[in-house]
């Protein structure tokens, strides 16, 4: 199973982002899917999640209305699409499939948003 993260990199506050998420050695179909961030000396924390057939999505509140998540199952891709950043966007962006007791990760993807 792997989850491979891209779309990183450094932009200026106000800037946007676009991150994928390219799952390979699951059905992807079958997995919930999700967005989490770690900024360093911080917990890690949901950034946006995803049902198997997109459906109702959720936020964390500091990103509602910037962020959009989505999923294209004939891709087995995840996107995370990301506007208006702030300097509090910056972490290490991970990704996250579940099915009942199936969980993985992916290696993680730096986001740094400059003021």
């Known amino acids: 199973v792997q989850l491979v993260e891209s779309g990183g990199g450094l932009v200026q506050a106000g800037g946007s982002l676009r991150l994928s998420c390219v799952a390979s050695?699951?059905?992807?179909?079958?997995?919930?899917m999700g967005w989490y961030r770690q900024a360093p000396g911080k917990q890690r924390e949901m950034v946006a999640t995803?049902?198997?057939?997109?459906?109702?999505?959720n936020y964390a509140d500091s990103v509602k209305g910037r962020f959009t998540i989505s999923r294209d199952n004939a891709l087995n891709t995840m996107y995370l699409q990301m506007n208006s950043l702030k300097p509090e966007d910056t972490a290490v962006y991970y990704c996250?499939?579940?099915?009942?007791?199936?969980?993985?990760w992916g290696p993680g993807t730096q986001v740094t948003v400059s003021s």
């Open positions: 996250h499939a579940v099915w009942i007791s199936y969980n993985y």
């Open positions: 050695g699951i059905t992807f179909s079958r997995y919930a």
């Open positions: 995803i049902p198997i057939g997109g459906g109702i999505t």
